[in-house]
């Protein structure tokens, strides 16, 4: 094609631009290119290579199940020990070596937990106290005191993990710097976080036990300042001050009773109508107040509480004290002499009254006492103290399943209603409450929305992506690659038909024996009747040649009206030198 302009003549009035190849149009290009006979020869065999390239993809993409992370951060040693593990147990796993993650199937992921744990895999970091071991020479205090916390931590969560209802665990531990004045001295504390097992859950004896197992290994640290907390973030440990606590306990209590008493109506009526038979709730209103009583009693006749006086005697013919003392005198004492007795006046110094009849004799050697005697009745103190626990009223309430034909007689009932109350020691002083009815059950296991969906099979998303992929590819086969290959078929039988159809010997274009040509679009016989028929392919005409759209389409039109019609054609083209002028000799 030429840049240049073409001159104006009178068939050109004007100058036509001619645009180089290079500036047009590029879908008329790829037009072009897709036009040419080795392309579009080659094109359905690449749109096939495609298509089942494109299968082969999608079968990839949707056959592969969904990996799920089994560890996150491992070192390359312990990525080795998983993997080469892995594959002994015929476990495909995967590393992501941008996010340095291990990957296994989801169907293979609690599989492959198990195995690796049972060999102990992957190795676990050096902890607890062997973080000490690894100190190098010539660490500042701080640091080697921080270590040693650290192995503390590490070493407590250890122990916390040996219950069979924790997981994992981690322990916090706060410990203040060691002040030398005492008021700046604050005390330690600690913190545990616990993860539990799947449906498993602490008793407040377990965690006490946790809160002493770390109060107990840190030094200074009291059990009030230990805070266990669970991963959903409540708070395990209660303090025992407050009216909150305290009511915690009263509901505890209670609940305790009602379980009791609970227990004791399954472990009775399981045996009699059968486990599920049955539904039994107790309310017990239980006195958790705690009263103490104090009562002082007297008796009516007085005692000597105190005594204090003098008195004074006549030792005018007393013989003064002799002899050693602390031991007896061998003397005989004096001989006794018989003084009449003055009567009392009340004054000092004077003897005292006459005795009374039948009372004791006086002394005769007591002149005048002064006392002060007091007296103070019997006192007995009694102090009473009721501990909380009492029931003040018990409710019991027993549900029966009516039997499947016909219903519980109402003697049957009352025996049961008698058997529950003596179970739960039925007291009429305190007004209990004991019913018992049969009614029918209401059946759960017909219920609908109860039973689960069978789409919540752990084995539907695996087949529903399998079946996916076989459907995509079946529909590739079909839809693609099938019509392909009918029309590459197709085009051959067409290029072999007009010589199969001839008889032996016959040339194309040569007329039969009624006189009409052959490949006329007639079916010929190859052989005896019976033989298979092979179609030929319709001829081609001069309007066919004419109409062609494409310098390519009449050139094939050409060459099929030449191979379906010699004749014609080397009469045309005798023509056609016929009437070539001839050339200028020289």
């Known amino acids: 094609m030429s840049n240049a302009l073409a001159p104006a003549t009178p068939q050109n009035p004007a100058p036509v631009t001619i645009v180089p190849e290079k500036f047009a149009n590029p879908l008329r290009q790829i037009q072009g290119v897709m036009a040419q006979p080795a392309v579009r020869r080659a094109g359905p065999m690449a ?131 060691t002040s030398v004045f005492v008021r700046d001295n604050a005390s330690p504390s600690a913190s545990v976080v616990i993860k539990l097992q799947g449906g498993r859950s602490l008793s407040e004896a377990q965690v006490r036990s946790i809160v002493n197992l770390v109060a107990s290994s840190v030094p200074g640290l009291k059990p009030d300042a230990v805070t266990v907390v669970d991963q959903m973030g ?127 004799a006086p002394d005769a050697a007591k002149q005048s006492d002064a006392f002060q005697r007091a007296y103070d009745l019997n006192k007995e ?4 103290r009721a501990a909380p626990g009492n029931i003040k009223r018990l409710s019991v309430a027993v549900l029966l399943r009516d039997p499947d034909k016909g219903k519980r007689t109402a003697m049957e009932i009352q025996q049961i209603n008698d058997l529950v109350k003596s179970a739960v020691g039925f007291d009429q002083a305190r007004n209990d409450n004991v019913t018992v009815i049969s009614r ?61 159809a001839l008889p032996n010997g016959a040339t194309p274009g040569a007329a039969s024996g009624d006189g009409s040509p052959a490949g006329d679009g007639q079916s010929v016989a190859d052989g005896a009747e019976g033989t298979d028929q092979i179609e030929v392919a319709a001829p081609v005409s001069l309007d066919q040649i004419e109409t062609s759209r494409s310098y390519e389409e009449r050139i094939d039109a050409v060459r099929g009206f030449t191979r379906d ?20 000799k020289p």
């Open 47 to 177: 749109l096939m290579v495609g298509l089942i390239g494109a299968a082969g993809l999608a079968w990839s993409a949707l056959s592969t199940p969904p990996q799920k992370t089994l560890f996150a951060g491992l070192p390359d040693s312990d990525k080795a020990a998983v993997t080469t593990a892995l594959s002994a147990a015929n476990i495909p796993s995967h590393i992501d070596d941008s996010a340095g993650t291990l990957t296994v199937n989801e169907e293979d992921y609690s599989k492959a937990r198990l195995l690796l744990a049972g060999q102990g895999l992957p190795k676990a970091a050096p902890g607890g106290y062997a973080i000490l071991d690894e100190l190098p020479m010539g660490v500042s205090r701080a640091v080697e005191g921080e270590r040693l916390r650290q192995a503390r931590e590490t070493e407590l969560a250890r122990s916390i993990q040996e219950i069979d209802a924790v997981a994992e665990a981690r322990v916090h531990l706060a410990m203040p710097e």
């Open 234 to 360: 409540g708070l395990l440990t209660k303090t025992g001050d407050g009216p909150e606590s305290a009511n915690d306990k009263r509901i505890e209590f209670q609940r305790q009773v009602e379980d009791k008493y609970r227990q004791q109506l399954i472990q009775l009526l399981t045996p009699l109508v059968g486990a599920g038979n049955f539904s039994a709730e107790v309310q017990a209103d239980v006195n958790l107040d705690e009263t103490s009583a104090t009562r002082e009693s007297y008796d009516k006749e007085g005692r000597l509480r105190a005594e204090t006086g003098n008195w004074t005697g006549n030792m005018a013919s007393g013989a003064p004290p002799a002899g050693i003392p602390g031991a007896l005198s061998n003397t005989p004492p004096p001989a006794s002499q018989l003084s009449t007795p003055q009567p009392a006046t009340g004054a000092p110094g004077t003897p005292n009254a006459q005795p009374t009849p039948g009372g004791p």
């Open 381 to 384: 103190v009694s102090v009473t």
């Open 440 to 500: 029918k059950f209401a059946d759960s296991a017909v219920d609908p929305a109860a039973a689960p969906k069978w789409y919540d099979n752990a084995l539907v998303p695996m087949l529903a992506r399998n079946l996916t992929a076989v459907l995509i590819a079946l529909l590739v086969l079909l839809l693609g690659v099938r019509p392909i290959a009918k029309a590459l078929m197709k085009k051959r039988e067409d290029a072999i038909a007009p010589a199969a």
């Open 565 to 584: 019609n010699p004749a014609r054609a080397a009469l045309a083209v005798r023509d056609m030198i016929a009437v070539a002028p001839e050339e200028p």
